[in-house]
């Protein structure tokens, strides 16, 4: 069964957990360039949804919504003291291609619930499932997300989103055989490359589920379980190279300088985010079409990149 078989839309979204997510709007707003979401997702009692003047993307629980394009939102800071990943929501194009998925996990007896009309309005979808991965990180499958005005940074920043998704994920795994049957064989990703390093040989595993060469990464280094970074691609090298300007300027703690990467050709650098794991900004990734073949590489870059080795991979907290 091939991706188009499956409808995936890409990563959707994602939330994470921040102690203070005001401050995780600084970062987001004024290194990354996102914007606050002009309408937070929440129960619409009356039907529709209103700007709420002020508010600058906080929700009344204290959650932080971020903007990167036409989508409502594509990035959620929730309060909690343990930072890191709360879930990643992987986007089905049609209500078929949803039922389909969740008819997959019941076939492959893998716990899925729909969610509950109070879920559905908190991330603005028609469709909502909750899994969960092996490793107990929660997935989120759905269809159907609000749409609402045009990004406009004040940065300047553009991001590739639509057909392709927010960008990509890398979690840690501690299985990647576990973790390859689940996503390959149940949410029927595909891989387009993996690098073998480690004690064990174990590294890792690039998986698409669009013609973003990947949308989830998984990286075996050892027992630890979460996210190790997060990537959202600019729409140009200097949208790139203007981010860079601006996290240097922050001071914010730069863990891999400008590169291009071997793979999927993406020229990008790493920060630490505010919460436990990196964001990457990039440009210029490649798109795999139908005549792609999966391929092992040997070292992940062409140049640069300069502190990105499998030393440097390890969970920061
Ligand atoms: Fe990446």
Same mark, same amino acid.
């Given at each position: 069964?091939?991706?188009?078989?499956?409808?995936?839309?890409?990563?959707?979204?994602?939330?994470?957990?921040?102690?203070?997510?005001?401050?995780?709007?600084?970062?987001?707003?004024?290194?990354?360039g996102?914007?606050?979401?002009?309408?937070?997702?929440?129960?619409?009692?009356?039907?529709?949804?209103?700007? $709420?003047?002020?508010?600058?993307?906080?929700?009344?629980?204290? $959650?932080?919504?971020? !903007?990167?394009? +036409?989508?409502?939102?594509?990035?959620?800071?929730?309060?909690?003291?343990?930072?890191?990943?709360?879930?990643?929501?992987?986007?089905?194009?049609?209500?078929?291609?949803?039922?389909?998925?969740?008819?997959?996990?019941?076939?492959? !007896?893998?716990?899925?619930?729909?969610?509950?009309?109070?879920?559905?309005?908190?991330?603005?979808?028609?469709?909502?499932?909750?899994?969960?991965?092996?490793?107990?990180?929660?997935?989120?499958?759905?269809?159907?997300?609000?749409?609402?005005?045009?990004?406009?940074s004040p940065t300047g920043i553009?991001?590739? $989103?639509?057909?392709?998704?927010?960008?990509?994920?890398?979690?840690?795994?501690?299985?990647?055989?576990?973790?390859?049957?689940?996503?390959?064989?149940?949410?029927?990703?595909?891989?387009?490359?993996?690098?073998?390093?480690?004690?064990?040989?174990?590294?890792?595993?690039?998986?698409?589920?669009?013609?973003?060469?990947?949308?989830?990464?998984?990286?075996?280094?050892?027992?630890?379980?979460?996210?190790?970074?997060?990537?959202?691609?600019?729409?140009?090298?200097?949208?790139?190279?203007?981010?860079?300007?601006?996290?240097?300027?922050?001071?914010?703690?730069?863990?891999?300088?400008?590169?291009?990467?071997?793979?999927?050709?993406?020229?990008?650098?790493?920060?630490?985010?505010?919460?436990?794991?990196?964001?990457?900004?990039?440009?210029?990734?490649?798109?795999?079409?139908?005549?792609?073949?999966?391929?092992?590489?040997?070292?992940?870059?062409?140049?640069?990149?300069?502190?990105?080795?499998?030393?440097?991979?390890?969970? +920061?907290?």
């Open positions: 069964m091939g991706t188009d078989d499956r409808g995936w839309n890409g990563l959707g979204y994602a939330g994470v957990f921040a102690p203070d997510p005001v401050a995780w709007r600084a970062f987001a707003t004024g290194v990354c996102f914007v606050p979401a002009e309408i937070v997702p929440g129960p619409r009692p009356q039907g529709i949804a209103l700007p $709420t003047p002020g508010a600058e993307g906080l929700a009344a629980d204290g $959650t932080c919504y971020l !903007k990167l394009d +036409r989508r409502q939102w594509r990035l959620a800071v929730h309060p909690g003291e343990t930072p890191g990943l709360a879930y990643l929501g992987f986007e089905l194009r049609t209500e078929r291609a949803f039922d389909r998925q969740v008819e997959r996990l019941v076939d492959e !007896k893998i716990e899925v619930r729909e969610g509950t009309q109070a879920e559905r309005d908190a991330r603005g979808v028609d469709r909502l499932a909750v899994v969960q991965d092996p490793f107990g990180h929660r997935l989120e499958l759905f269809q159907g997300p609000i749409i609402d005005g045009p990004f406009v553009a991001f590739e $989103t639509g057909s392709l998704g927010m960008g990509h994920a890398v979690l840690f795994v501690a299985d990647i055989e576990a973790a390859l049957a689940f996503y390959r064989g149940v949410l029927g990703f595909q891989r387009s490359d993996y690098m073998v390093f480690g004690p064990e040989g174990r590294g890792i595993h690039f998986l698409r589920c669009t013609a973003r060469h990947h949308s989830l990464a998984l990286l075996q280094i050892g027992p630890p379980s979460g996210l190790q970074h997060l990537m959202f691609e600019a729409t140009s090298i200097d949208g790139v190279g203007r981010a860079l300007d601006r996290a240097l300027q922050a001071g914010v703690p730069i863990s891999s300088g400008l590169g291009r990467h071997r793979n999927d050709g993406i020229l990008s650098f790493y920060m630490h985010g505010p919460s436990g794991f990196d964001v990457e900004i990039g440009w210029g990734g490649v798109l795999c079409g139908e005549d792609w073949s999966e391929r092992q590489f040997a070292g992940g870059d062409d140049w640069g990149h300069h502190g990105l080795v499998a030393d440097s991979l390890q969970p +920061r907290r």
